[in-house]
């Protein structure tokens, strides 16, 4: 288990691809869930978009079993995501979950919610991912039935049970897991799983490294940067789970969220001061990232968001 942890904890964007064919084919599931330090595990989504072929399982689903019950990070895409999550966690251990907790509004966060609601599980969630979730589920529930196809069966839409504002600790055993929005980030509501006494923390999609990060329409790029540099970076955790990609550190997280979009920016607005437009800003050379999986998804959306924001900055 220590070299597998070793392992992940130094991957690399090398060792991610789009490519790569589901790891798990006997599971719904992408890969089967992997101890990445004692007592936290997850289940390692794909890096490229939702499809088919990977059921919508491309974030990671991680769970925490604190010696008095089991916490789950992700509710997942489906229903058939999340109760295929809890068959695994019941091989690993014979505690009850106790709790879900949503990394944030998007559909692979929370379409699962209706498998957990169901087993009479609690749900946390942010407060502004709860509202951004409800806005747009039922659109989220029919891009999953058109994708997953039977995959999809028995997606119900369940909202957070309970929500939280800036942070909340869930005392569980001997372990104090602290839940933080730590500032605008890549959504509404970003949620970070911290465990101080481990130096663990579950970061969802404030942190990417082995695809590139997607930048939405109202995302503070500049925000995202000043809540790691203010609030993530402080904290210094020893390991990181991102919300999609292996188990890394905080050093190769730095390098691909932050990093990218100070590079970004910088090119942004350099095109700005040349009296460059939108239609130019698309071309901006992002070549130092095309490693990314999702370059070619995501590059030229990215770089077209950055520039509506940094227009009248």
């Known amino acids: 288990m220590r070299a597998l942890a070793l392992l992940l904890l130094t991957a690399s964007a090398a060792f991610a691809s789009e490519d790569i064919p589901d790891q798990y084919p006997q599971s719904v599931l992408y890969s089967k869930p992997v101890e990445v330090i004692p007592h936290v595990w997850s289940a390692i989504g794909a890096t490229a978009p939702p499809t088919y072929e990977n059921a919508g399982h491309n974030n990671n689903l991680s769970f925490i079993v604190t010696g008095d019950g089991v ?14 999550l809890h068959s695994e966690i019941r091989a690993v251990t014979d505690q009850p979950v106790k709790l879900v907790i949503n990394e944030n509004g998007q559909g692979h966060s929370m379409l699962g919610n209706g498998y957990w609601a169901a087993q009479g599980v609690p749900i946390l969630a942010h407060a502004e991912a709860a509202a ?23 997606t119900v ?4 049970t309970e929500t939280f504002t800036d942070r909340t600790t869930v ?3 001997d372990v104090a897991i602290e839940v933080l929005h730590l500032g605008p980030a890549h959504s509404p509501g970003d ?27 109202g995302t503070c790029t500049s925000c995202w940067i000043e809540t790691w540099d203010t609030a993530l970076v402080p904290l210094n955790p020893t390991y990181v789970i991102p919300g999609h990609g292996h188990p890394t550190n905080l050093a190769q997280v730095t390098r691909y969220t932050r990093d990218y979009l100070i590079d970004l920016r910088a090119k942004i607005a ?12 698309y071309y901006v050379d992002q070549s130092a990232w095309a490693h990314l999986d999702t370059f070619e998804e995501l590059a ?3 770089a077209g968001v950055v520039f509506a924001e940094m227009e009248f900055e």
């Open 71 to 84: 916490v789950v990070v992700n509710g997942g895409a489906s229903w058939k995501l999340a109760e295929a």
């Open 132 to 154: 951004e979730f409800a806005d747009g589920a039922a659109q989220d529930l029919a891009s999953l039935q058109r994708y997953a196809r039977e995959n999809a069966e028995g």
């Open 157 to 160: 839409i369940a909202l957070p």
């Open 171 to 173: 005392q569980m055993g």
């Open 191 to 217: 949620t970070q799983v911290w465990i101080p006494q481990w130096s663990m923390m579950i970061a969802g999609d404030i942190a990417f490294h082995e695809r590139m990060p997607p930048i939405f329409e």
């Open 270 to 281: 350099a095109h700005l001061e040349q009296g460059g437009d939108l239609a130019g800003a």
């Open 300 to 302: 030229t959306k990215n």
